[in-house]
């Protein structure tokens, strides 16, 4: 059970470091032909929202590590 919590876990950081990365480069992948239908680059889902979601994952997968 231990190593499913853990795999929860990492995947929920995993995801926060992918989305804080996708908001980092959101105007580079605006101007790339392929990365510009990433949903944060074209608008689909909102800067802030982006930046909350990845708080909470991050948060919810290593909060008892902080």
Same mark, same amino acid.
């Given at each position: 059970?231990?190593v499913? %919590? ?6 929920? +950081?995993?995801?926060? +470091?992918y989305?804080? =990365? @996708? +908001? $980092? @480069? +959101?105007?580079?992948? $605006?101007? !790339?032909?392929?990365?510009? =239908? $990433?949903?944060?680059?074209? /608008?689909?889902?909102?800067? $802030?929202d982006?930046?909350? %979601? ?6 919810? /997968? /290593? /909060?008892? !590590? %902080?």
């Amino acid at each position: 059970m231990k190593v499913f %919590f853990v795999f929860i876990t990492f995947s929920f +950081v995993a995801s926060a +470091v992918y989305i804080f =990365n @996708d +908001v $980092r @480069d +959101v105007e580079q992948d $605006r101007l !790339h032909p392929k990365k510009k =239908n $990433r949903p944060i680059a074209s /608008g689909e889902i909102k800067y $802030r929202d982006a930046i909350i %979601f990845a708080v909470l994952l991050l948060c919810i /997968g /290593g /909060g008892e !590590h %902080f």
